[in-house]
C-alpha cells in the first residue's frame, strides 16, 4: 500500500473502504466529499478541491471543496487552461507546484478575493475513457513542509477513485434515464385507448381489483385488448413494481407448456443440460396473465390448479416444492362455461380463476372509439416513419366507422399499417385501406318497406360492394355475383348507380 508519512493506518482502512464503496455509488456528493477529505487528511494538506468541468461552458467549478474557506470557494468558475487546474484540465498532465508566486500560470484572484494565502499546489486530472472531466488539486500541507511527488502519486489514486464514481454514477443515471424511457415508451405502447361508456366500465372494474390477490378472468373475442388490460390490471397494482409474466397457452405443446410453466432441473430429460427457471418462479411477488387457458390440456390444467390451491410447484424433474406468491390472471376467447359443462375444462379450476371475470368489449360495440384509435395508430406510423403531417380521409374514416371490425382492434391496426405503406404519404384514402375496411355494412331492414323496395335495397347495395371489390371492373363482378355482365350492367343502369 502507499507508504507515505501522512498515511496512517486508518486512512488506509478508510481508503479501502471507499474503493469498495465507488462501485455501487448510492449518494454521489457524498462519496466525493469523502474521498477528498480522506485524501486532506492522509496528505495533511492545508485546503483541497475537487473541479469538474462543464464541456458546454468549458469552465471548470467547483463541486467539493475543503478548508477554512471552502464556502466562498465554491462561487466561482474557471476557464479551461486558466490557472494551475484549468491547465491541469487542458492538458491533462499533472502538475506540483513548489511556489506558485514564481509560476506564469498561477491564477491568483481567488486567492487575493477570499484572503487564502497560497505557497504550493498539485494537481491531478481526473479521466473517464481517457476523457477528462475535471480535476483535484491540494494546497500546501498543514505543517508547513513542501508538497512533495509522493504526494502527488498518492493525489492520483484520490482522483482516480473520484473518477470511477463519477463514472459510476453517471452510467446508473443513464440506465435509470433508459428505464424510465423504455417504461414510458412501453407504457404508451400497452395504452388502452377509447372513451367509450362500455371501456369506461371495464377500466373503472379493472382498478377495482388491481389492489386485490383476486385471480380474474378476461373473457373476450381475438384482438379485443385483453392483454392489455391485464398490463393495466398489474400497472396500477400494488405489484407494480415486481414483474409482469406473459405466457400464451395455446402456443406450446403440453410438454413445452409445463417445462415453460414451472421450469426444470438439471437432467430432468435428454437436453436438460442446466437448471431452467420457470415463468411462475420468475413472477414471483407479481403477476402472470395466462392467455388463450382455454386452450390447456387437462393434465396440466390439474397441474395449475394445485399450484392455485397450495401456492406451490415442483419443476419437471424436482421433488421439492418452491413457494411462489403470483397474482394469476387468465384469458380466452372461448365460452368457456360451455367448456365447463361439456367437460372439456375442470369446473374447480374453473371456479379457482374465475373469482373476478372482466368482459372485453369488441370494436363494433365501441364504434365511438374507432376516430380515437385510428388517430392513436396513426400518430404511431407518423413517428416510426417520419410524416407527421399525414392525416385520414373523411371517407376512410367513415369507412372505418362503419366496419364491424371481426379481429377488433388487432384488425383495424394492421389495417391502418398498411394503408399507411400503401398510402401517398400525405392522406390515407378509402382505396388504402384493405379491401375488407371498404365495405360498407348493409343497414338491413327497415319496418315500412315494401318487399319491393327491401329488394332493390339488397341489390343495389350488392352490387356497389361488388363493384368496389373489383375496382369497377364490371366483368371480375358479374363473375363474383355469379350472373352474365350484361344483366348486371342492365341492373346498374336501373339502379343509377354511378361506378
Not at 468558475?77 to 506564469?104: F, H, K, N, S
Not at 513542509?145 to 493525489?155: F, H, T, V, Y
Not at 374447480?348 to 372485453?360: A, G, P, T
Amino acid at each position: 500500500m502507499l507508504n507515505t508519512p501522512a498515511s496512517t493506518d486508518s486512512s488506509i482502512d478508510r481508503l479501502k473502504e471507499i474503493s469498495t464503496w465507488v462501485s455501487s455509488v448510492q449518494d454521489l456528493d457524498q462519496l466525493l466529499e469523502l474521498i477528498i477529505e480522506t485524501a486532506t487528511k492522509m496528505m495533511d494538506a492545508k485546503a483541497s478541491s475537487l473541479l469538474l468541468l462543464d464541456h458546454k461552458t468549458q469552465k471548470l467549478y467547483f463541486k467539493v471543496a475543503t478548508g477554512e474557506k471552502s464556502t466562498d470557494v465554491k462561487q466561482f468558475e474557471i476557464d479551461l487552461g486558466q490557472g494551475i487546474a484549468g491547465y491541469v484540465a487542458e492538458t491533462g498532465e499533472p502538475l506540483l507546484i513548489p511556489d506558485v508566486a514564481e509560476d506564469p500560470r498561477w491564477y491568483k484572484e481567488i486567492s487575493e478575493s477570499i484572503g487564502f494565502k497560497t505557497q504550493s499546489i498539485a494537481c491531478v486530472p481526473m479521466k473517464i475513457n481517457a476523457e477528462i472531466i475535471g480535476v483535484v488539486e491540494i494546497i500546501d500541507k498543514a505543517d508547513g513542509s513542501a508538497i512533495q511527488d509522493e504526494d502527488l502519486k498518492i493525489l492520483s489514486v484520490f482522483a482516480d477513485l473520484a473518477a470511477q464514481a463519477i463514472g459510476n454514477a453517471r452510467k446508473i443515471e443513464h440506465d435509470k434515464k433508459e428505464i424510465r424511457d423504455l417504461k414510458k415508451e412501453l407504457q404508451g405502447k400497452y395504452e388502452i385507448v377509447g372513451e367509450s361508456k362500455a371501456l369506461r366500465k371495464v377500466l373503472s372494474d379493472a382498478i377495482k381489483v388491481a389492489n386485490s390477490k383476486s385471480t380474474t378472468l378476461i373473457l373476450g373475442e381475438s384482438g379485443t385488448g385483453k392483454e392489455l388490460l391485464a398490463r393495466m390490471i398489474h400497472r396500477v397494482g400494488a405489484r407494480k413494481d415486481e414483474p409482469m409474466i406473459v405466457l400464451n397457452c395455446a402456443a406450446l405443446p403440453e410438454t413445452l407448456l409445463e417445462d415453460e410453466l414451472f421450469g426444470h432441473e438439471k437432467g430432468a430429460y435428454t437436453g436438460a443440460a442446466n437448471r431452467k427457471i420457470g415463468k411462475f418462479e420468475l413472477a414471483d411477488r407479481g403477476t402472470i396473465f395466462l392467455d388463450e387457458i382455454g386452450e390447456m390440456s387437462p393434465s396440466m390444467q390439474t397441474k395449475l390448479l394445485r399450484i392455485l390451491q397450495e401456492g406451490v410447484f415442483y419443476r419437471v424433474g424436482g421433488n421439492k416444492s418452491i413457494p411462489v406468491d403470483v397474482r394469476v390472471i387468465s384469458a380466452t376467447n372461448r365460452n368457456i362455461e360451455e367448456d365447463v359443462a361439456e367437460g372439456r375444462f375442470r369446473e374447480d379450476l374453473y371456479y379457482r380463476i374465475n373469482v373476478v371475470q372482466m368482459q372485453m368489449p369488441p370494436l363494433r360495440e365501441r364504434r365511438e372509439d374507432i376516430a380515437l384509435l385510428a388517430e392513436h395508430f396513426l400518430d404511431i406510423y407518423r413517428k416510426e416513419r417520419g410524416i407527421s403531417n399525414l392525416t385520414i380521409s373523411k371517407k376512410a374514416m367513415d369507412l372505418m366507422t362503419q366496419y364491424d371490425w371481426p379481429g377488433n382492434v388487432r384488425e383495424m391496426k394492421n389495417a391502418l399499417e398498411r394503408a399507411v405503406v400503401m398510402g401517398n404519404g400525405k392522406q390515407i384514402m378509402p382505396e388504402d385501406l384493405p379491401t375488407f375496411a371498404c365495405r360498407p355494412q348493409y343497414p338491413g331492414l327497415e319496418v315500412g318497406l315494401s318487399l319491393k323496395d327491401a329488394i332493390d335495397s339488397f341489390k343495389k347495395e350488392f352490387i356497389l360492394l361488388n363493384l368496389r371489390n373489383t375496382n369497377g371492373n364490371r366483368s371480375l363482378a358479374a363473375k363474383n355475383m355469379q350472373i352474365q355482365r350484361t344483366y348486371l350492367s342492365r341492373l346498374i343502369t336501373k339502379y343509377q348507380i354511378k361506378e
